[in-house]
C-alpha cells in the first residue's frame, strides 16, 4: 500500500494529479490524505470570516478552529475538495472513495490544553 499526502495550498492541476495518481493505481493500493488550506482560506474570506492563526513557541503556524471555522473545515475539506478529488479520479477509471478522519474514527487527537 502507498500512502500520498498532497498539500492544498495554491496552484495544484487536480486533473493533472488525479492524472497521475490513476497511473501509480495500475500497481498499488493507494490512501491519499489531501489539504485544501487555500480553498478554505478563499471560501472563509467569500462568507466574511478571516482565517485566524496562531505561532506556538517553536515557530509552528497553525489554524485556530474554533466551532465556526470547524464548520467551514468539514465544508471544504470534506465536501468539496474531498468530492472534486473523487470525481476526477473516477473521471480517469480509479474506483476512489473519499472519507474524512471522523469516518470510522480513522483519525482522533485532542485539543491542547494551551496555545
Not at 497511473?23 to 490512501?31: D, G, K, P, S
Not at 462568507?47 to 467551514?72: C, I
Request: hydrophobic share 40%; charged share 25%.
Amino acid at each position: 500500500m502507498l500512502v500520498i499526502k498532497v498539500g492544498g495550498s495554491k496552484g495544484i492541476d487536480l486533473d493533472l494529479f488525479a492524472r497521475d495518481l490513476a497511473t501509480l493505481h495500475r500497481e498499488y493500493r493507494i490512501v491519499l490524505v489531501h489539504g485544501a488550506n487555500y480553498e478554505l482560506d478563499q471560501f472563509m474570506r467569500r462568507v466574511g470570516v478571516e482565517p485566524r492563526l496562531v505561532t506556538s513557541s517553536t515557530g509552528q503556524v497553525s489554524r485556530f478552529t474554533d466551532a465556526e471555522t470547524m464548520d467551514l473545515f468539514l465544508a471544504i475539506y470534506c465536501g468539496k475538495v474531498n468530492k472534486r478529488l473523487v470525481e476526477k479520479l473516477q473521471m480517469q477509471g480509479v474506483n476512489a472513495v473519499g472519507l474524512s478522519g471522523l469516518d470510522g474514527r480513522i483519525a482522533a487527537g485532542r485539543r491542547k490544553d494551551t496555545i
